[in-house]
């Protein structure tokens, strides 16, 4: 693929209005140093959420160290055992974006049937989206969509929703980004 500087631009751009957008969200609920964890970087990550077709696989662990390094210089490098490092928590960043991207990419498999032969419910998909990869020979993305009891199907059919909605002009919140969003406005308002 070649990337134009235009191209280069508009990722930039959009790289750094995603790292401001995490800054704001981990300044506003007032997080501090302690409280970098995966729980409320996970929630950050889902207030930026946008329903496009390409959000999570776009979104890189780098944003979410460049927001955090702009808070704390430090952090990535701070004392403390190895599951709450810096380090640490940046694999547990990439994992959830592993996953959320994997839901896409999903989404996407089951965007391109035609609708009355797509699967009609988070079963159904989960064994779809299994028997394409086992159809594909995919082996390592078979294993990946059977772990934690094949949930896959259900996180495939929320980012369908949702980018298929987005599309039609329909507002819909997937319950993370509602979640993060009403924890970020009842701090905003606490503090009113």
């Known amino acids: ?19 401001d957008l ?4 981990i300044t506003d609920c007032e997080f501090d140093e302690s409280c970098l964890n995966k729980g409320n970087l996970e929630m950050a990550m889902e207030y930026c959420y946008q329903p496009h077709p ?6 890189s662990a780098t944003i979410v160290a460049d927001a955090v390094a702009r808070l704390f210089p430090d952090w990535i490098s701070a004392p403390g055992d190895a599951n709450r490092s810096g ?6 960043v990439r994992e959830i974006l592993r996953v959320n991207a994997f839901d896409e990419e999903n989404a996407e ?3 391109a049937v035609p609708m009355r032969e797509r699967p009609a419910d988070r079963v159904a998909a989960s064994e779809w989206i299994c028997g394409e990869y086992r159809r594909r020979g995919q082996i390592s993305e078979l294993e990946f969509a059977q772990r934690d009891g094949k949930r896959c199907g259900e996180g495939a059919l929320i980012v369908l929703e949702c980018v298929e909605k ?3 002009g329909i507002p819909f919140t997937r319950i993370g980004t509602r979640v993060a969003r009403s924890y970020r406005d009842a701090m905003l308002d606490a503090r009113r």
């Open 1 to 19: 693929m070649h990337i134009t500087g235009e191209n280069l631009a508009t990722t930039d751009n959009a790289h750094s209005k995603t790292v």
């Open 22 to 25: 995490l800054v704001d969200y």
């Open 54 to 59: 390409r959000f999570w696989r776009d979104f």
């Open 87 to 92: 380090n640490g928590l940046m694999r547990e």
């Open 109 to 111: 498999m089951i965007a």
């Open 166 to 168: 987005a599309r039609a």
